[in-house]
């Protein structure tokens, strides 16, 4: 497939508002590709790239070379080119990684060259194309939407479903199951006002603690024992406990969904930030694990011994969860359910108190009737947070005065809109300690797009935790919306700026 034609292609989708105008000149784009293509051009027009990075700053993207007169450069041959740059090291690696740049851009026509400018400085954002994408990959294939998303789901990789899907046609679906030893994404929980909302939304549910920890899915099989993050990371070396606890298991073979967290003499949590840099660090793992235990708490069970949970409802899962995994490894939980009646509801409202009394965020009730939708935010799963807290993008920051001096600390926030791009919400500093300071100082700079007098403009892929005590209307922002005493919790650099809150969740506050 020649690189003219993702370009092109990526230009449509970003031109219409229209769904179904994206979704069709996605299929089109994939009924025209090779398969073995088809992983390469997704990530592309996702606006990543396979490599990840490839050292190249905005410097040497911004020394323009002259354009080919025609279209020449495969993907293929793109993908090759990058792998090469990003491979470059040691003495004199920044020249060569120009030089094999401008050979790169000096082979593409202008549209094609402002593409990969983009692509390669973190600009290109099409919007939830991994979505569009599994709908366009249905309309070329032949494919039903929902058969191609729970392959998706469960194999972990849109790119490997897709080059499948193309190859071998809808049948090639069924390769994707759950497995023991391949992560599958994770169920996510949409948000409630109360658990009076919650339990007036779903019904008969389960009432959990919310922890506030890094979410781990854990893998055995016999004995071998693998985890991985939310994001699908593997850090099974970073945590002998939990490899350990899974030992413990009354199962050879299960995969179990839980956090991970690290906690207290009194068995309250200690602050996140401790269980964030103990499960980061890739430093000697038993001097961390002296100073920072981690303890695993489970809530689901995906699948036991060969069978697959995931289509059944949640009080039947909890079932062989009570089975499998031993009760200090289990979530704290209180059944409703008869929502309607007023003990019940008090009943409720008591475990919640129970729950912040014990350090934990709130909760999250789950619908007993549903089944655990893997990847998506599905309505049967609903969290309580208390105190108001939003996932928002740090778009710019400001440098400091008085005892800031030389440190960026307002931060301009951001919401995610439909179209992928992020509207600004508002500015905070408040909330930093000293080590925040010095520490996202630091980062953003790393991400920086332009540096002005004020500060710098970043590029949008840090997400920050904000809590805030409502939404008032302004004028000022975009959105004619804008945070009440808004002040920062923590960084997630566990969470992508496609998982930051949207616009909408932010209105609905003020609604």
Not at 58 to 87: C, F
């Amino acid at each position: 497939m020649m690189l003219a034609d993702v370009a092109q292609a990526s230009a449509e989708i970003g031109a219409t508002p229209a769904r179904s105008e994206k979704i069709a000149a996605l299929a089109r784009l994939f009924r025209s590709a090779d398969p073995g293509e088809v992983p390469v051009v997704i990530t592309y027009l996702a606006g990543r790239l396979p490599q990840r990075r490839t050292g190249v700053g905005r410097r040497t993207l911004g020394e323009r070379r002259p354009p080919a007169a025609a279209p020449r450069l495969t993907v293929t041959e793109v993908d090759g080119a990058l792998t090469r740059i990003a491979a470059v090291s040691g003495t004199g690696a920044q020249s060569e990684r120009k030089r094999l740049l401008h050979a790169l851009m000096e082979a593409a026509t202008e549209s094609e060259q402002q593409f990969l400018i983009r692509l390669i400085s973190g600009e290109l954002r099409q919007g939830a194309l991994d979505a569009l994408a599994v709908e366009g990959l249905a309309s070329a294939a032949g494919a039903a939407p929902a058969d191609v998303r729970r392959a998706v789901m469960l194999g972990g990789s849109l790119g490997a479903v897709a080059q499948a899907l193309l190859d071998r046609g809808p049948e090639a679906l069924g390769d994707f199951r759950l497995e023991v030893g391949r992560p599958v994404v994770p169920m996510l929980a949409r948000t409630a006002k109360d658990v009076g909302e919650a339990l007036d939304r779903l019904g008969p549910c389960a009432v959990e603690e919310k922890l506030d920890g890094i979410r781990v899915q854990v893998h055995r099989d016999g004995g071998t024992v693998r985890i991985w993050t939310r994001t699908l990371d593997e850090i099974t070396d970073r945590l002998p406990e939990v490899v350990a606890a899974a030992g413990e298991l009354a199962a050879e073979r299960v995969v179990l969904d839980g956090e991970v967290l690290a906690l207290l003499p009194d068995g309250r949590p200690r602050p996140f930030q401790e269980t964030a840099g103990r499960v980061g660090s890739r430093l000697d793992v038993a001097l961390a694990r002296e100073s920072v235990p981690l303890s695993p708490v489970f809530f689901d069970v995906l699948s036991v011994d060969g069978s697959d949970l995931l289509g059944l409802p949640t009080a039947e899962r909890h079932a062989e969860l009570v089975r499998v995994v031993p009760e200090r490894l289990r979530v704290r939980r209180f059944v409703a359910c008869d929502p309607s009646d007023g003990e019940t509801r008090r009943a409720a409202d008591r475990f919640v108190g129970e729950a912040l009394g014990r350090g934990h965020e709130g909760i999250v009730a789950k619908a007993l009737d549903a089944g655990y939708n893997a990847g998506r935010r599905g309505a049967s799963w609903l969290k309580v947070k208390p105190v108001h807290t939003l996932d928002l993008v740090v778009l710019a920051a400001e440098w400091g005065h008085g005892r800031r001096t030389g440190k960026l600390s307002n931060l301009h926030l951001g919401a995610r809109r439909p179209d992928g791009s992020f509207a600004m919400l508002g500015k905070t500093f408040k909330g930093l300690t000293d080590a925040l300071l010095a520490w996202q100082t630091e980062r953003l700079l790393e991400l920086a797009e332009s540096h002005e007098p004020w500060g710098v403009t970043v590029r949008p892929e840090l997400v920050v935790e904000i809590a805030f005590d409502g939404v008032q209307r302004s004028t000022r922002y975009p959105e004619g919306v804008t945070l009440r005493f808004a002040r920062v919790l923590r960084y997630r650099e566990d969470k992508s700026p496609a998982e930051a809150d949207t616009v909408d969740a932010v209105v609905a506050f003020h609604t």
